[in-house]
Nanobody, 129 residues
């Protein structure tokens, strides 16, 4: 069992930056694949970025490539999402997700919301034009 708590959201102007954090409680955080998803009003929850259990493999949605960076610090039980060059279309509630997945098993479902077992409560990101 793991509990996830996101922080770092807020209001920022277009072109600005934010860093989201997701703090995990529970044992063996290092064994979890972690991801960020986002959901805008009236839309589905979309994949943003994922990182494997060791932190040496990452994947991104095309819409955020070269602007967002996902990373993790297993010693601090925390995963981060650095968001640069923000656009109004990045406005959404951002959710952290986790699933136990070591080795290459995470490749099967890292981009799919229902593959993950644990979710945070979300943090609002609003980008003004």
């Amino acid at each position: 069992q793991v509990r996830l708590v996101e922080s770092g959201g807020g209001l920022v102007q277009a072109g600005g930056s934010l860093r989201l954090s997701c703090a995990a409680s529970g044992r063996t955080f290092s064994g979890y694949a972690m991801a960020w998803f986002r959901q805008a009003p009236g839309k589905e929850r979309d994949f943003v970025a994922a990182v494997n259990w060791r932190g040496d493999s990452t994947y991104y949605a095309d819409s955020v490539k070269n602007r967002f960076t996902i990373s993790r610090d297993n010693a601090k039980n925390t995963v981060y999402l650095q968001m640069n060059s923000l656009k109004p279309e990045d406005t959404a509630v951002y959710y952290c997700a986790a699933r136990v997945a070591m080795g290459s098993t995470w490749l099967a479902g890292y981009g799919t919301a229902n593959w993950y077992d644990y979710w945070g409560q979300g943090t609002q990101v609003t980008v003004s034009s």
